[in-house]
């Protein structure tokens, strides 16, 4: 069964950061593009970053471009996204995603996979 296990949110003031983590089984952090989506009341999900295996190719949401850097360890299987300058409408349910495609991932779309979503909670 393949597991996503997200930590790291959790509430901060306008202008703080925060870094998420996502620990997958090796299958799944080698064989797929993982990432990042969100998802806040009333609001449809939205794709946050993505990175591909193999070379590591990164894509961005034109909202986070310049404050989000995603980024992968395959020594823990993990995918990290380092959150800067965060903004109030940061605020969401923020969910770790596996799928084969990057594409899937960043548009938004149903992936293959995902877990149990972290809050981040941004106050102004």
């Known amino acids: 069964q393949v597991q996503l296990v997200e930590s790291g949110g959790g509430s901060v003031q306008a202008g703080g950061s925060l870094r998420l983590s996502c620990a997958a089984s090796?299958?799944?952090?080698?064989?797929?593009?993982m990432g990042w989506f969100r998802q806040a009341p009333g609001k449809e999900r939205e794709g946050v970053a993505a990175i591909s295996p193999g070379v590591a190719v990164t894509y961005y949401a034109d909202s986070v471009k310049g404050r989000f850097t995603i980024s992968r360890d395959s020594a823990k299987n993990t995918v990290y996204l380092r959150m800067d300058s965060l903004k109030p409408e940061d605020t969401a349910m923020y969910y770790c995603?596996?799928?084969?495609?990057?594409?899937?991932?960043?548009?938004?779309?149903?992936?293959?996979?995902w877990g149990q979503g972290t809050q981040v909670t941004v106050s102004s």
């Open positions: 090796r299958y799944t952090y080698s064989n797929n593009c």
């Open positions: 995603a596996a799928d084969p495609s990057c594409r899937t991932v960043l548009a938004g779309g149903t992936p293959d996979y």
